[in-house]
């Protein structure tokens, strides 16, 4: 049985840093592909970057130049380093891995950055 367990989140000023991760259980985690979304209430699920199982890595326009997204296989766990925060970052943040056809998901971290 897959399963995610997201960590990370919190409360951040406007300008610091946070650093998430999600650790997958229950699969081969070195040749299936990650990503980090977000929501706002209210709005769509939106990607914020993926990294694939070669290590292909693609972000979405508002992670550009602020945001890494890495992967540690031996540690079974990718992670998304944000830099340069904004207010408008603020959301809830879910990891995706995809294995045999399938999308799963963690519960969800919730990012809250003040002004």
């Known amino acids: 049985q897959v399963q995610l367990v997201e960590s990370g989140g919190g409360l951040v000023q406007a300008g610091g840093s946070l650093r998430l991760a999600c650790t997958v259980s229950?699969?081969?985690?070195?040749?299936?592909?990650v990503a980090w979304y977000r929501q706002v209430p209210g709005n769509q699920r939106e990607r914020v970057a993926i990294i694939t199982s070669g290590g292909s890595i693609m972000y979405g326009d508002s992670a550009k130049g602020r945001f890494t997204i890495y992967r540690a296989n031996d540690k079974n766990t990718a992670y998304l380093q944000m830099n340069s925060l904004k207010p408008e970052d603020t959301a809830v943040y879910y990891c995706?891995?995809?294995?045999?056809?399938?999308?799963?998901w963690g519960q969800g971290t919730q990012v809250t950055v003040s002004s």
């Open positions: 229950g699969s081969s985690f070195s040749i299936n592909d």
């Open positions: 995706q891995y995809y294995h045999r056809g399938n999308y799963y």
